[in-house]
Nanobody, 120 residues
Framework: QVQLVESGGGLVQPGGSLRLSCVAS????????MGWYRQASGKQRELVAS???????NYAESVKGRFTISRDNAKNTVYLQMNSLKFDDTAVYYC??????????????WGKGTLVTVSS
């Protein structure tokens, strides 16, 4: 079965940087879109950044200019470089991806999430 595992979350001071990683494993035929979502306490989950298999990217307005999404197709990995972090960036960040397997058509898969806390 396909699994997504995030890493890189933790405590960081305002203005600091953090890099999140998400590795997809299992019987994978093709990884299509990959992206990062986040959910802060008391708020709905929102799309932070996404990238297609062709390299096209999309960012939430709140993170443009500060966050950068990238992917390494050979490693089935997507990254989220977060710079100039703010208090409002505090949230659980989730990796999501549209993945096809030998037995199933493209389906959405989600990681368990990694907590990012921005605090002084």
């Amino acid at each position: 079965q396909v699994q997504l595992v995030e890493s890189g979350g933790g405590l960081v001071q305002p203005g600091g940087s953090l890099r999140l990683s998400c590795v997809a494993s299992g019987s994978i035929s093709r990884i299509h879109d990959m992206g990062w979502y986040r959910q802060a306490s008391g708020k709905q989950r929102e799309l932070v950044a996404s990238m297609t298999s062709g390299g096209s990217t999309n960012y939430a307005e709140s993170v443009k200019g500060r966050f950068t999404i990238s992917r390494d197709n050979a490693k089935n990995t997507v990254y989220l470089q977060m710079n100039s972090l703010k208090f409002d960036d505090t949230a659980v960040y989730y990796c999501a991806s549209l993945i096809a397997t030998p037995q199933l058509p493209p389906l959405s898969y989600w990681g368990k999430g990694t907590l990012v806390t921005v605090s002084s």
